[in-house]
Structure formats: structure tokens, C-alpha cells
């Protein structure tokens, strides 16, 4: 790091960490609305099958991009400073 | 930063290390339309809907029909850069990022039309509160958002590597690239991380960027309003889709090729392999707009036929031919004869697509609506100032946006194009190698 930089490691990691945190807060928002139109559907008896079926389809792929941008985030940061030939 | 001068690929960071006054003209006169959009935006929302051409029969206009059309040219993108990467097409190198790009920030407008469209935006909310997974258009909520999120997650992570050679040489923005490259040192670990999660995201994105054009074709065909009420939509909606997506990118490369003098890394050869695929993509689109017209006009039901009618011969007759000329008799001409298949042709051609697919959302939504079902009076649509004047800001902020990318980011995929040349070479004689039968055993057989 340069005299002339401000941010230093620590900001940048919280700036990662933040940003890892906010993906699954996300994750966990478009799983609680969909849960919460499932639960609406069935109040209403309105298309529940239907319901069922879409929220079945888009919380695990919700997930999966959660899980696999964490994967990449986690996996190269740990294997920073590995040295090739030890890899 | 001096070395970096000395690097073969220096053109590709020129962009963002050199400073250039035409970039500073192009954003203040973008950022200007850009503002005069936003002022026209606040006084449909003083004033409702009144202010647009909408009326009782066509409630849905400009705004719907720039949806459709920015989704639909978001499908550039992603799927064509993970069908080339899929395929390993070795000239995909220096296209598939620009792709991506287009994607990612055309989705973003796309999606923000629906709510541009709605008469009380505050209410946008009750979309989810008091949402119903019944109605299609919340199948496109859905749908939209799962996009996004994949082709940005499918745009960043093969990015890493070139931020980490940005934050390791250059000085600009270099916290940002610290931030962005998670640490990214090209270790033998690393690369094989961001080698996996590609691979899953490559096979991922291609049903989602399907399924979303599909279900936007839903919110149509899902109706039994005549000319909407049809099986093929979704087929029909997905071919268009990465038909103008297809168009746009060609012509996004052959204006970043001149901007940047990215002439040594898109060559003919790439705008040669691309204009194939617009015209296999034109092929296509025609087969399915005949289809589509020939069992409506064979069915002859009343509704139906008047409709079909009404852009066959009617008032939206010249946008029906002008859409046959641009996305069928143009490209046929063009990338079919070697004379006219130059760079300046297949800009023309794809600027022709572009409008041409434009005048297919048109040609969809508005005569549909015109001739209703219900005994009302035939109400022609007319876009009004602020319609026109959004429809230029989102087309303002998706040039904004990509030139602004183009001077943080590499347009080209610099570690792609560096990898292709120390291992792609190799690999690729390789895999030809394993296609051709074994020479040994051919001669083998021969004694």
C-alpha cells in the first residue's frame, strides 16, 4: 500500500464482508416474499398449486447464485497468498 | 504503469488510463437527455397517465413495447456468451464481455418500464404485499429479477481477473479494484474456483435468459385476445429476442472497435462468424412470423382476421413491411453476398434489425389492443412527447452506462485474449485432434 491510499485492507475486507452479508440478505428477502405469497395464495385458496410450484423453482436458484458468488468470494480470498506450485 | 505500456494488450487499457474529450462531450450530451427524460417522468407522475398517448383500448403503448423490446436485447448477452463459451468457440474471446455488459444494463432499463408504464408508482409495493403467483405479469417480476441477478453474477466473476491485473498496474480507481478482485492472484487454486463457478453459471443462465423471454411472451399469450392468444409466442418471443440482441452487439462492437481502435482484436473474421448468426437468426424469425400468420389467416376467425388485417393492410401496414424489409429482405440481401457482407453492411444491416425488431414489439401490442373484442370504438395510438422523450432516455442511459463501463473496465476480456494465446493454441489443436479419426488405426486397417 502507497502513502497516498486511503483505503486500507481493513475497509476493503468490511467492504467485502458488507457485500457477502447484502447477497444473502438479499437470498433471505426473495424468500420471505415469496413465502409470503405462498401464504397469501392459500389464505385466499387462490392458484396454490401454481404458487407451490413457481416459489419451488426460484428460491433454490436464488440460492444457488448466492452460494456460488460466496463460494468464489470465500475461495479467493483464503487462497490469496498460495503459492502456485504448492496449489 | 510504464511497463503496462510495453504490454501486447495495451490498447485494451488505453480506454481507462488515457483521458479523452470526446468521452466528456458524449456523457454531458447523454447526461442532458438523460435529464430532460427524468423532468418529463416527474410530470407524467404530477399529472397520471393523461399525459401519455394511451386511451381506454390501447393501455398498454411505448412503455411495453420498450419493455419487451430492451428484455429482449438483453438476451445478446448472456446467452450468446455462454452458448460460445459452452461451445468453446475459440473467436468468442474478445466478444463475450461486451455481451455480457449489454445484458446486464439493458435488463436494468427493460425492468424499469413496467413501473414507468404504472398510472400510481406508488403503489408498486402492493406488487409485493399483496402480490398473486397466478398472473403471469408476476411471473415476469420474478422472472426478470432471477435474470438480473444471474447475468450480473455471470458478468463479475469472470471479470476478477482482469480487475486484478487492473488493481496490480495501473493507479486509477485502485481501491475499487482491490475491493472487486477478492484477492485474485491467479494461483492454481483460484483459477480452478473461478473455472467451477463459471462452468455452473454458463449452463445456469441459459434456461433463465429462456424462461424469461418465454414468460414475457406469457403476459400476451396467456390473454385470449386475438393475435396474442398463440402457443408459438414463446418460441417465437425467445428467436426475436436473441435476434435483436444479436444485432445490437454487432453494432456495439463496430462502434467500440472504432472508438477504441479495436481493430487487431475484432477483426472481420469475428463480424464474419457474428453476421452468420444474424442470419441464421433472421432465417428463423421469418419462419416463425409466418407460421404465425398463415394459421391465423387459415383459421379466418372474425377477431382474429381483423387484427391480422388491420397490420397486413391497414393502418399498421407500413410498420408490417417496413418490419419484413429490415428483419428478413435486408439481412438476406446483405449476408448473403460477399460484396455487401463488409463492416459497413452488417452495421447497416444490424441498425435495420434493431428497428425492425422494434417495430415487432410495436406490431404485437398496439393492433391487438386496438381491435378488442368488446364493442368499442376502433381508438388509434398516437405516442405522445413523453413517451418518445423516455424512450431516448433509456436508450441515453444504456450508451451512458456502457461508456462509463468502457472507462472502468476492459470492454475486452484482456486474461481471455492473454490465455488464448499461451494456452488456447494448444488446446484447441488438441480438441481437433480428438475429432479426427486416429490416423494409426486408419492405416492400420489399410495394411
Known amino acids: 500500500m502507497t502513502k497516498h491510499e486511503k483505503v486500507t485492507p481493513q475497509i476493503v475486507l468490511f467492504l467485502q464482508i458488507m457485500s457477502i452479508s447484502l447477497i444473502w440478505v438479499l437470498v433471505v428477502s426473495v424468500i420471505w416474499w415469496v413465502l409470503n405469497l405462498i401464504s397469501l395464495s392459500n389464505y385466499l385458496h387462490d392458484a396454490q398449486n401454481a404458487t407451490l410450484a413457481i416459489s419451488i423453482l426460484i428460491m433454490p436458484l436464488f440460492i444457488l447464485l448466492a452460494g456460488i458468488l460466496t463460494y468464489v468470494f470465500v475461495g479467493l480470498r483464503r487462497n490469496r497468498f498460495e503459492d502456485d506450485e504448492h496449489a | ?447
Open chain 2, 1 to 447: 504503469m510504464d511497463d503496462l505500456r510495453h504490454d501486447p494488450d495495451y490498447t485494451l487499457f488505453r480506454p481507462i488510463l488515457e483521458k479523452d474529450r470526446r468521452f466528456l462531450w458524449m456523457v454531458s450530451v447523454l447526461v442532458g437527455l438523460i435529464g430532460w427524460s427524468i423532468y418529463m417522468y416527474m410530470r407524467q407522475w404530477k399529472y397520471g397517465l393523461s399525459v401519455t398517448g394511451l386511451n381506454n383500448n390501447v393501455t398498454w403503448g411505448f412503455y411495453i413495447i420498450n419493455f419487451v423490446f430492451f428484455i429482449g436485447v438483453s438476451h445478446a448477452g448472456t446467452l450468446i456468451s455462454a452458448i460460445l463459451r459452452l461451445s468453446q468457440a475459440e473467436w468468442r474471446r474478445p466478444i463475450t464481455r461486451m455481451a455480457e455488459v449489454i445484458t446486464a444494463i439493458v435488463l436494468m432499463i427493460g425492468g424499469i418500464h413496467p413501473i414507468i408504464d404504472l398510472g400510481r408508482p406508488d403503489r408498486l409495493m402492493n406488487v409485493f404485499y399483496y402480490g398473486r403467483l397466478q398472473s403471469p405479469l408476476l411471473w415476469d417480476v420474478t422472472a426478470i429479477t432471477t435474470y438480473f441477478t444471474a447475468s450480473t453474477v455471470y458478468l463479475y466473476v469472470p471479470m476478477i481477473p482482469d480487475i486484478a491485473l487492473l488493481r496490480d498496474r495501473t493507479t486509477k480507481f485502485r481501491w475499487l479494484y482491490k475491493f472487486l478482485s477478492w484477492g485474485y492472484r491467479g494461483t492454481e487454486r483460484q483459477k480452478h474456483i473461478l473455472e467451477r463457478a463459471m462452468s455452473i453459471l454458463m449452463v445456469l443462465v441459459i434456461p433463465v435468459a429462456v424462461s424469461v423471454h418465454t414468460v414475457i411472451s406469457y403476459i400476451f399469450s396467456m390473454t385470449l385476445q386475438s393475435g396474442w392468444h398463440s402457443t408459438i409466442f414463446g418460441p417465437y418471443f425467445v428467436t426475436g429476442a436473441i435476434y435483436s440482441g444479436t444485432a445490437t452487439l454487432l453494432v456495439v462492437m463496430i462502434a467500440f472497435r472504432k472508438m477504441y481502435h479495436l481493430e487487431n482484436y475484432l477483426k472481420e473474421i469475428h463480424f464474419r462468424y457474428m453476421s452468420i448468426l444474424l442470419l441464421v437468426f433472421s432465417l428463423l424469425w421469418t419462419y416463425f412470423t409466418f407460421s404465425e400468420f398463415l394459421t391465423g389467416v387459415y383459421g379466418n376467425e372474425p377477431m382474429e382476421m381483423m387484427v391480422i388485417r388491420f397490420k397486413l393492410t391497414g393502418a399498421y401496414a407500413p410498420y408490417f413491411w417496413s418490419m419484413v424489409t429490415l428483419n428478413f429482405l435486408i439481412p438476406l440481401i446483405v449476408l448473403t453476398n460477399k460484396k455487401l457482407k463488409t463492416i459497413k453492411g452488417i452495421l447497416i444491416t444490424s441498425i435495420g434489425v434493431i428497428i425492425g425488431m422494434w417495430l415487432e414489439r410495436l406490431i404485437i401490442i398496439v393492433p391487438s389492443l386496438t381491435n378488442t373484442r368488446l364493442p368499442l370504438v376502433v381508438q388509434t395510438y398516437i405516442p405522445s412527447l413523453t413517451e418518445w422523450s423516455l424512450f431516448i432516455g433509456g436508450i441515453s442511459i444504456f450508451c451512458l452506462m456502457f461508456l462509463i463501463f468502457s472507462k472502468v473496465f476492459p470492454l475486452i476480456s484482456i486474461w481471455e485474449i492473454k490465455d488464448g494465446r499461451a494456452e488456447g493454441l494448444e488446446e484447441a489443436k488438441g480438441r481437433l485432434e480428438s475429432y479426427l479419426p486416429d490416423q494409426t488405426l486408419a492405416e492400420g486397417r489399410v495394411q
